[in-house]
């Protein structure tokens, strides 16, 4: 499939509904003139995912092979696979 993309990052933000379930990773890159520039990136989690998102932590690093669709002026990335890389231990205060 030419449609795919690979994204390594911490997760900032998980939204959870009814409707759909949502993450937000915070992705580095090195611009031009040699600084760095963290991006959000919002994710949908695709088909069968929905249930690793209760394993995903604030600030875990993980790998998502995702796709992008495209409708209208929007784009959106949809998760297919999550690979967890460093999954911080939730804190049971």
């Known amino acids: 499939m030419l449609n795919q993309v690979i994204l390594v990052g911490?997760?900032?933000e998980k939204k959870i509904s009814d409707k759909e379930n949502n993450i937000i990773i915070s992705v580095e890159s090195r611009r031009s003139n040699d600084k760095n520039v963290v991006n959000l990136i919002p994710i949908s989690l695709g088909e069968g995912l929905e249930k690793s998102i209760e394993y995903l932590t604030k600030d875990a690093t993980v790998g998502i092979k995702?796709?992008?669709s495209v409708t209208g002026?929007?784009?959106?990335?949809?998760a297919e696979k999550i690979?967890?890389?460093n999954v911080k231990e939730k804190n049971n205060d």
């Open 73 to 78: 002026n929007e784009i959106e990335i949809i």
């Open 10 to 12: 911490k997760i900032v």
């Open 83 to 85: 690979t967890f890389i």
């Open 66 to 68: 995702a796709s992008i």
